[in-house]
């Protein structure tokens, strides 16, 4: 058995300490850098983020304050989501990701048995044209949660994906008022660990 250290509102300097060393990330008992981390993760979290159930966006946040910019493989430039209601009652959805990778341009649409699976795909589809090794990975978990349901329609929305490459499991998460954006967010983060798990060069 082994402690999984959780990361919380109430984390505190050690706790972000204890996390960084599981996660391989030395930390230096650089107090300045620890307490920046640790006021990222509230203001975050204020805004609805969970990061107990989404260890690789904590990650990724926290490799962002230790390099001081964010781990990037890709640059999107834009994303688009379609649901047609066909007269049959059906529904088709499609998705469209602009994005640049490695000095190079990519557009690639999808289609998906919802607006989010085939975001999934349209970002897989332009992704693995420069990293294919991003074909090992699978969307294996998918929830949502209002986090203000007095406000109805127009509440917070957490997201939060778990993803596979067939060797280990992630989870990251997203917060939009649109579920499709939470969604996006999520995404992008759990392509970004997938592709530092695979020792990708970043772009």
Do not use: C
């Amino acid at each position: 058995n082994t402690m999984r250290m959780l990361v919380s509102d109430m984390a505190g300097r050690a706790s972000i300490e204890l996390k960084g060393k599981e996660l391989g990330i030395d930390l230096g008992g650089d107090r300045e850098l620890v307490g920046r981390v640790v006021a990222r993760v509230k203001e975050r979290e204020l805004e609805g983020y969970t990061y107990e159930a989404a260890d690789a966006s904590f990650e990724l946040l926290l490799r962002a304050e230790v390099e001081g910019r964010p781990l990037r493989y890709f640059q999107v430039e834009s994303w688009r989501a379609i649901v047609e209601d066909r007269p049959d009652g059906s529904h088709a959805n499609e998705a469209t990701v602009k994005l640049w990778a490695k000095s190079e341009r990519i557009v690639a649409t999808a289609e998906g048995n919802g607006p989010v699976n085939a975001l999934d795909r349209s970002l897989r589809v332009a992704l693995e044209k420069i990293y294919p090794q991003l074909a090992k990975l699978e969307l294996v978990d998918y929830k949502v949660r209002i986090l203000e349901g007095k406000h109805g329609t127009s509440s917070t929305t957490r997201v939060l994906i778990s993803t596979s490459d067939g060797a280990g499991e992630w989870s990251t998460v997203g917060v939009a008022e649109n579920v499709i954006a939470a969604s996006w967010q999520a995404l992008e983060d759990a392509y970004t660990y997938g592709l530092l798990r695979a020792g990708a060069s970043p772009a």
